[in-house]
C-alpha cells in the first residue's frame, strides 16, 4: 500500500492551499485517514483525520475554523483544504491511513500506513 500526497507550496499568510491523499497497491481498505505535520525541530503532530464509518472528523485546536479535511472512501483518497493559512503552519504534511480505528486518532502509533508528505511554506 503506497499513499501519495500533493498540493503543497509556498502561499503567503492568509493564503489556501489544498493538499491530496491518494491511496493504491494491493486491495486497501481503511477505517480513517488523517493528515500530521512535522515542523523543523519538532514532533509530528496531528491536524485532522476523517472516519469513515458515519464521517465524523476531528481537528487539533490550532486548525479549527480554518482547516477542513474530506475525502472519499471508494477513492481511497483524502483532502485537506488550508484556508487562512499562518507562518506556524509552515511543515512537512504527512497523509496516513488506518486500518482498524482505535481511538488513539491523535497519536501517530494509531496509523499504519504513511505517505512521503508534502512541504506547505506560508511566508509572513
Do not use: H
Amino acid at each position: 500500500v503506497q499513499l501519495q500526497a500533493s498540493g503543497g507550496g509556498l502561499v503567503q499568510s492568509g493564503g489556501s492551499l489544498r493538499l491530496s491523499c491518494a491511496a493504491s497497491g494491493r486491495t486497501f481498505r481503511s477505517a480513517a485517514m488523517g493528515w500530521f505535520r512535522q515542523a523543523p525541530g519538532k514532533e509530528r503532530e496531528f491536524v485532522a483525520i476523517i472516519l469513515w464509518s458515519g464521517g465524523r472528523t476531528y481537528y487539533v485546536d490550532s486548525v479549527k475554523g480554518r482547516f477542513t479535511i474530506s475525502g472519499d472512501n471508494a477513492k481511497n483518497t483524502v483532502y485537506l483544504q488550508m484556508n487562512s493559512l499562518k507562518p506556524e503552519d509552515t511543515a512537512v504534511y504527512y497523509c496516513a491511513a488506518d486500518r482498524v480505528y482505535r481511538g488513539r486518532y491523535y497519536l501517530t502509533g494509531e496509523y499504519d500506513y504513511w505517505g512521503q508528505g508534502t512541504q506547505v511554506t506560508v511566508s509572513s
